[in-house]
Each structure stands twice: as C-alpha cells, then as structure tokens.
C-alpha cells in the first residue's frame, strides 16, 4: 500500500539553510545540496524548499540550488517562495523542481492556483497555507511568512484550492512552528478530512512521536520537518522506522 | 542520431527525466526533441507525460508528433511514462479522449470516498511511494519484488488483454502500474523520481534490446 511520506524542508536564504522560531530568528543549518543529498541518502520520500529570502534579495539562488540538487538527487523536489505567476512556476520547474509551492500569491491573486494547474497539471501545484487558531476548531490563514492576516477560514481556503486545481496541500501551524510540541492535530484532522487531495502536515515537530502522531491522529498524508534533521538529533531513517513500528506503512 | 529521445510535446518538465537518464547512461547522446525526425532516427525512445490527458494528445497533435511516437512504439525500445503510458490506451475518462491506441484498454479514474483496511480516507492524486508487485521482465532485474516507486496520478490503464500487464499495485484494490508488449514498456509511476529503484529500471531500458 502506499507509504506515508517523511519530508525533510529546507528553508534557504542567501544559499544557506536556516531554520528559525515561528517564523524569526534565524539560525544556520548548512548547504542546501549537501543537505538534500543527506536527507536523500537517509531515505527521505521528497525534498521541500522553501526560498525565504525576502523579496527584493537576489532571487536566482535557489535556481542553481535546485539545478543542483536536481542532478543528484532522484526524489520529487518542491520548491517554494516568492512564486507570483505562472512564468515564476515555469522557471522552477525548469530548474528541476517536481512541484512549485504557492502561498501568499494563491491569496492576492487564487487565479494563479488556476492558471499554473491548468498550464503544468495539479500533479505540481501544492499550495501552502499557514495557519493560526482564532477560536476552539477555527483557524485563519495567514500570509507574508505570518505577518498578515487574510480573514480566511483555514479550512474553507483549503477546499477553495482544491477546487482551483491545487494538488496537495502544504499545511502549517503558525502557533506551532519552531516550537517543538508537535502539529497543531486538530487542525491538520480538519483540513485533511475536508479535503480529496493530499494534506502535509508542517509545524511543531520536536521528536518522533509527533510525527508519527501527524499521521495516525491528525490524518496526514505525509509529514514535513525541518530542525529535527538538520541539527542531527534524528535521521529520517530513524524517523521511518519509529513510524513503521508503530503501525504506520512507510517507504524503508 | 542519438541513442535516446525524450519526447517534448510541450506538456510538463522533462528535464528530471533528462537527469535521470543521464545518471545511468552518461555516455549515451540524450535529446529532449519535439522533431520528428530525431525521434525516427533515434535507437530508443521515452514518451513522458503530465497533466491531463486531453492536452497531452492536442499538444502531441500540435507539434505533429503523433506518427513518430506510433512508429517509434512499434519499432524500438519504448518506454511510456505516467501519461505517457496512458496514452498507448485506447479511451481515456479524463476528459472522454481517444488515446493513440497502440495497446487495447481503457484509462480509468479512481473511486471517489476510497478508503483502507483500517476505514482511513485515501485521496486522489493517488501520489507517494507505493509497492510495485512486478511480473517477469528484463526491466525488472535488479528490482526486488513489492519496491515501491514515487506515483502521481488520479487515473489509470485496465488493458483488455491481461497478457500486457507487467506489474500492478494497491490502492486500495490492484491496479495495472506497468504494461508491456514486444519492444514497448510503459509504467505509471515515475522512474526518474523513484530514487535507486527507478534509476535500476532507467539503467534496465538503455541495455535493453527486445527481439
């Protein structure tokens, strides 16, 4: 049957990767292609990057980052940040991603969403939200790397994209990010039961049993961290094997 | 002449499986082409393909390409992928499209509301690392049984003839994910992102030489 997904995210900025606390304080992880070659030797199903740099910054190095990463690594990779029209997912794709992730942009213009699943096929498109709780099992998407609020319901925005023809969903708790207490699972469980599409759980994982939780209560397809790997206090082999005793069907 | 061409129609990235190939054949001439020409005089040709199935065989129509993937698919090594293999069917339900009919069958979609053993949800793109139980074939070596591969679909092939079928996988209920006929190979799922077993599978399809 078909595995659950463990994937390592990389979050890059001026040809480094950082990882920061709920969205700030950034601190250095590495080189993204030795990193990505590690995560790939180790077993990791997929690749998410996630360009941070802020926008008036030279964008182009991610493309020779993921150019080559592409050449050595044989796993699906997407990338993510700053993508504002469909010409930003073509020059992505033509790098060597697999799949461009849209955030901000699929609030400010949805269309976009449209166009570039129409144009590369849903297979592609994953579109991010961010996500903060509002109420008891209300959530608000967020954008701007979590500075703005959109008056989005979470879970409406979700359903919304799907429709549009996003392929998979890249979910993330802002209350939980960075802060290694596990996913926000109440959320992922809405999101994911509300949707066709595959949901990837992001935000808050701080030890094995938070991922593994991600899947069996919060329903994910798939599962996304970034500090536990980077600063080497679990491999994603560990991470799978963890996962598979406890029931959980992953790719080992 | 190159050795092999990579069919470009103008529908999806080709450059991971230009990679890929590469990988495992760095000596071989590798083109991304959407000539006629070159895919006629090439020894082996990959027919990849994304998206939906209705803009895949326009774009193929398009770029006037139609008689040279035929030809190709019926006179030297061919590997289909992904869309690539659903268009050999004859009739896709993604958009109620005739394909190019070079083997009998039917493109089908998964079920709405599918669900596991265990009662859970399974969604639609069917997308993730599944086990490929494989028949026996020389693009198999080297790959053990139940290696799971990197798919990405919501549709798939029912070939009328159960002799084409080369692997199948669950989801939840079996599933063709390989077919094959004489000097022609097609899979669902994406060799170029499935890691070693894929490039194993790649490596298989550059040595491969069918009778």
């Known amino acids: 049957m078909l595995a659950k997904r463990i994937i390592p995210c990389l979050d890059v900025t001026a040809g480094r990767v950082v990882k920061g606390v709920s969205f700030v304080e950034l601190r250095d992880a590495g080189d993204p292609v030795e990193i990505a070659r590690r995560y790939d030797d180790q077993g990791a199903d997929e690749l998410t990057f996630l360009d941070i740099t802020a926008s008036s910054d030279d964008r182009s190095i991610i493309f020779h980052i993921i150019e080559k990463v592409a050449e050595q690594v044989f796993i699906p990779l997407t990338v993510g940040g700053?993508?504002?029209?469909?010409?930003?997912?073509?020059?992505?794709?033509?790098a060597g991603a697999d799949k461009v992730s849209i955030n901000t942009s699929a609030v400010v213009n949805p269309q976009l969403v449209a166009d570039?699943?129409?144009?590369?096929?849903?297979?592609?498109?994953?579109?991010?939200?961010?996500?903060?709780?509002?109420?008891?099992?209300?959530?608000?998407?967020?954008?701007?790397?979590?500075?703005?609020?959109?008056?989005?319901?979470?879970?409406?925005?979700?359903?919304?994209?799907?429709?549009?023809?996003?392929?998979?969903?890249?979910?993330?708790?802002?209350?939980?990010d960075g802060q290694k207490r596990g996913f926000d699972l109440a959320l992922t469980r809405a999101v994911t039961?509300?949707?066709?599409?595959?949901?990837?759980?992001?935000?808050?994982?701080?030890?094995?049993?938070?991922?593994?939780d991600g899947v069996k209560l919060g329903g994910a397809d798939a599962v996304l961290a970034a500090s536990i790997f980077h600063f080497g206090e679990y491999t994603v082999q560990q991470a799978k094997r963890y996962m598979a005793q406890q029931g959980i069907e992953v790719r080992l | 002449m190159v050795d092999i061409a990579i069919v470009d129609y103008g529908m999806?990235?080709?450059?991971?499986?230009?990679?890929?190939?590469?990988?495992?054949?760095?000596e071989a001439g590798v083109s991304v082409t959407d000539d006629a020409k070159v895919i006629a005089d090439a020894k082996r040709v990959i027919f990849p393909g994304q998206g939906a199935m209705r803009d895949c065989m326009r774009e193929l129509d398009a770029r006037g390409l139609r008689q040279a993937v035929l030809d190709a698919a019926r006179n030297k090594p061919f590997l289909g992928i992904c869309i690539g293999l659903q268009m050999l069917f004859e009739h896709s339900a993604e958009g109620d499209v005739p394909g190019l009919a070079v083997l009998p069958g039917e493109v089908v979609r998964f079920a709405h509301d599918l669900k596991d053993a265990q009662g859970n949800k399974l969604k639609v793109p069917h997308m993730g690392w599944n086990q490929v139980h494989?028949?026996?074939?020389?693009?198999w070596n080297g790959i053990p049984q139940d290696a799971r591969f990197y798919f990405v679909h919501?549709?798939?092939?029912?070939?009328?003839?159960?002799?084409?079928?080369?692997?199948?996988?669950?989801?939840?209920?079996?599933?063709?994910?390989?077919?094959?006929?004489?000097?022609?190979?097609?899979?669902?799922?994406?060799?170029e992102?499935?890691?070693a077993a894929g490039l194993q599978l790649l490596q298989n399809f550059i040595n491969w030489n069918p009778a």
């Not at chain 2, 494989?134 to 693009?139: D, Y």
């Not at chain 2, 199948?168 to 899979?187: E, G, H, I």
């Open chain 1, 82 to 94: 700053g993508v504002r029209e469909v010409q930003d997912v073509r020059n992505l794709l033509n």
């Open chain 1, 116 to 176: 570039a699943a129409g144009r590369y096929g849903s297979q592609c498109i994953v579109v991010a939200i961010d996500a903060k709780q509002v109420a008891p099992g209300k959530w608000e998407v967020f954008t701007h790397g979590g500075r703005k609020a959109t008056g989005l319901d979470a879970v409406e925005w979700a359903k919304n994209m799907q429709t549009l023809g996003a392929g998979e969903i890249l979910l993330t708790s802002m209350d939980q």
């Open chain 1, 193 to 212: 039961d509300a949707l066709e599409i595959p949901v990837i759980a992001s935000g808050g994982v701080g030890n094995l049993q938070h991922l593994a």
């Open chain 2, 12 to 26: 999806g990235n080709l450059r991971s499986v230009q990679q890929a190939v590469r990988k495992v054949a760095p």
């Open chain 2, 134 to 139: 494989h028949a026996e074939h020389v693009l």
């Open chain 2, 154 to 191: 919501s549709y798939y092939v029912q070939p009328s003839d159960t002799g084409l079928v080369q692997a199948t996988s669950d989801y939840p209920q079996p599933f063709v994910c390989a077919a094959a006929r004489d000097n022609l190979f097609a899979v669902q799922f994406h060799p």
């Open chain 2, 193 to 195: 992102k499935s890691a």
